[in-house]
């Protein structure tokens, strides 16, 4: 079996893990960077992005990723494709192993692995993606000013977004499955009080429709057994607030998650309990999901790794 022995090893290509490789290139760590199924992160599954600093006129989620790769590389980041099947953090140097069977050997780990948002697993979900279908009212509610939206869900985020996108849109329909919210008290008694919101119970969505983008969507209400309704919802954005998961399987048995799968740091650091392994962006982010706030961890576990480094 092929061997290497890296310094440090940044597994996740999102802001995180290139922002991770621009600080860790530029400090001599002679970073490898293991992209992921994924090269880029969630960013390239969006099509502008307005709310990045420095791009006053937005930036297309793509070419934003693309060019903190070229960063990268002109630090001396080392980029490589490819996916970890397996860690073995019980001793350093940490143990991590590749689709292809090579072994490679690291003294700091930095994981950026990122978060998938979960969909209800609709063809329509990806044909509409970056046309209508988003999983983060932060990053793409904007563009959703004085339109009308629906938001999937009925748990404390899926309020949350609600409540941002009212603030935006002329109208938020909030598609809960069960007959109750499952949020907070608190949330549900702001979501039913927000004068523009909708909530429609024991809804389930079947499909959307629309020849230029999200145009409607095709819905069921449950009524008694086995009696049900379906009509047709027009809207222009279809937002998936059902939660994330953590890419963060491989590493569960070494580290601390919560029960969802988030990788527990040590306060506000991106420290792990293991020495020496660091955890940054939304692999680690359960509040927030955003870009800005990734690059800044990445930014944060670089620097940890090089002090980890140099007093060791």
Not at 234 to 246: E, M, N, S
Not at 261 to 289: L, M, N
Not at 295 to 305: L, M, N, P, R, V
Request: proline fraction near 4%.
């Amino acid at each position: 079996m092929e061997k290497e022995h890296v310094r440090c090893l940044i597994v996740g290509s999102g802001p995180a893990g290139y922002t991770a490789a621009i600080y860790a290139s530029r400090a001599n760590l002679n970073p490898v960077v293991y992209c992921g199924l994924q090269t880029g992160g969630q960013l390239t599954q969006t099509t502008i992005v307005e709310n990045f600093p420095g791009y006053p006129e937005g930036i297309d989620g793509n070419q934003m990723m693309l060019e903190l790769r070229e960063q990268a590389e002109r630090f001396g980041a080392d980029l490589r494709d490819g996916v970890m099947v397996k860690a073995d953090l019980s001793k350093a140097p940490y143990t991590l192993t590749t689709d292809e069977g090579k072994e490679i050997e690291t003294d700091t780990l930095i994981i950026a692995t990122g978060a998938s948002a979960k969909y209800l697993g609709l063809a329509d979900e990806e044909k509409y993606k970056g046309e209508g279908v988003s999983a983060c009212a932060t990053c793409d509610g904007f563009f959703y000013r004085k339109k009308t939206v629906a938001v999937v869900g009925g748990g404390d985020t899926a309020c949350e977004e609600a409540l941002y996108l009212a603030g935006l849109a002329k109208q938020v329909y909030l598609i809960v499955r069960k007959p109750f919210l499952r949020a907070s008290e608190v949330m549900k008694k702001r979501v039913e009080e927000a004068e523009n919101i909708e909530i429609l119970y024991e809804h389930n969505t079947i499909g959307l429709y629309g020849n230029n983008g999200v145009e409607g969507a095709h819905l069921v209400k449950r009524k008694d057994e086995p009696d049900e309704e379906k009509y047709d919802l027009p809207i222009d954005g279809f937002f998936l607030a059902i939660g994330h998961k953590p890419n963060s399987d491989i590493f569960k048995e070494w580290l601390e998650t919560d029960e969802t799968g988030y990788i527990k740091t040590i306060g506000d650091s991106p420290c792990t309990k293991v020495p020496g392994v660091f955890a940054a962006g939304d692999v680690a982010d359960p509040h927030y999901r955003q870009a800005i706030t990734a690059a800044a961890s990445g930014c944060k576990a670089a620097i940890e790794a090089d002090r980890f480094l140099r007093m060791g």
